[in-house]
């Protein structure tokens, strides 16, 4: 369905291209998504019409649609990127390094890419240094960071994950039952209380993860401390939850 234009001639483009706009805009109105009945009453575009824009938006990866509803694509962050990946990767360390210094924590940055989990990014802070890295993906099930992803995949990704990486013990604390990984709704996971670790993954050390969704993609910003500061965590993973924006999501998907 189209609307003439005044001259009795089909829309240009340049309406079309309002249009969609107008579609983004509403859209990005919605965090959890929304139907296309919605976003064609709230930009007052005639159902057939969104309908069209919507499959075109979702094609160029601006839209994504799940379980009916629509939500932005990652080519929407990715129009926020100034210099490619090298910008996003300078972005992401000075985002991690404010963290860090605001915390007086290490910060890591996990994003689900792939089907692996991935650490993208991790800035140390005096008094917390990072921990070993080179496990970071086969010991997902023992950091706070891998157990908030293990949390919001799917049950046939979360097998096939713990298929390739088993939960093998690295610490005497460390979780070795899958039943008993937290599980986390993909749906308004800001909500939920954040996932920790006790000496799982490292002795003496502690840490904590809020989760990021971003359309289909997922990740956490987590950070580690000694054990001697894990008192700190409640208080910082709170911080966390607030302070965390979609500049992290946005970098995702320009690196």
Same mark, same amino acid.
């Given at each position: 369905?189209?609307?003439?234009?005044?001259?009795?001639?089909?829309?240009?483009? !340049?309406?079309?291209?309002?249009?969609?706009?107008?579609?983004?805009?509403?859209?990005?109105?919605?965090?959890?998504?929304?139907?296309?009945?919605?976003?064609?009453?709230?930009?007052?575009?005639?159902?057939?019409?969104?309908?069209?824009?919507?499959?075109?938006?979702?094609?160029?990866?601006?839209?994504?649609?799940?379980?009916?509803?629509?939500?932005?694509?990652?080519?929407?962050?990715?129009?926020?990127?100034?210099?490619?990946? #090298?910008?996003?990767?300078?972005? %992401?360390? #000075?985002?991690?390094?404010?963290?860090?210094?605001?915390?007086?924590?290490?910060?890591?940055?996990?994003?689900?890419?792939?089907?692996?989990?991935?650490?993208?990014?991790?800035?140390?802070?005096?008094?917390?240094?990072?921990?070993?890295?080179?496990?970071?993906?086969?010991?997902?099930?023992?950091?706070?960071?891998?157990?908030?992803? &293990?949390?919001?995949?799917?049950?046939?990704?979360?097998?096939?994950?713990?298929?390739?990486?088993?939960?093998?013990?690295?610490?005497?604390?460390? %979780?070795?039952?899958?039943?008993?990984?937290?599980? &986390?709704?993909?749906?308004?996971?800001?909500?939920?209380?954040?996932? #920790?670790?006790?000496?799982?993954?490292?002795?003496?050390?502690?840490?904590?993860?809020?989760? !990021?969704?971003?359309?289909?993609?997922?990740?956490?910003?987590?950070? #580690?401390?000694?054990?001697?500061?894990?008192?700190?965590?409640?208080?910082?993973?709170?911080?966390?939850?607030?302070? &965390?924006?979609?500049?992290?999501?946005?970098?995702?998907?320009?690196?």
């Amino acid at each position: 369905m189209t609307t003439a234009a005044a001259d009795g001639t089909a829309p240009t483009l !340049i309406t079309s291209a309002q249009r969609a706009l107008r579609l983004l805009e509403a859209v990005a109105r919605y965090p959890q998504g929304a139907t296309a009945k919605q976003l064609a009453r709230d930009t007052g575009l005639a159902l057939g019409t969104a309908y069209h824009l919507l499959r075109t938006l979702v094609h160029d990866r601006y839209l994504e649609r799940r379980s009916g509803h629509y939500l932005t694509g990652p080519a929407v962050a990715a129009l926020a990127r100034e210099d490619g990946p #090298s910008a996003g990767r300078a972005r %992401l360390e #000075s985002l991690l390094g404010t963290l860090a210094e605001e915390l007086s924590a290490a910060v890591y940055f996990t994003w689900y890419r792939d089907g692996e989990v991935e650490l993208v990014g991790a800035a140390e802070a005096p008094g917390a240094p990072l921990v070993d890295r080179h496990l970071f993906r086969a010991g997902a099930h023992a950091h706070a960071a891998g157990k908030t992803l &293990l949390a919001l995949m799917t049950a046939e990704e979360r097998r096939s994950h713990l298929a390739r990486y088993p939960m093998v013990p690295f610490t005497p604390y460390t %979780l070795r039952d899958p039943a008993h990984l937290p599980l &986390l709704p993909r749906q308004g996971p800001r909500l939920a209380t954040p996932i #920790s670790q006790f000496q799982e993954y490292a002795v003496g050390t502690a840490g904590a993860a809020v989760p !990021i969704v971003a359309g289909t993609g997922f990740g956490a910003v987590s950070v #580690s401390l000694p054990m001697a500061q894990a008192h700190r965590l409640a208080g910082i993973a709170a911080r966390l939850r607030t302070r &965390l924006g979609d500049d992290f999501a946005a970098v995702a998907f320009g690196i």
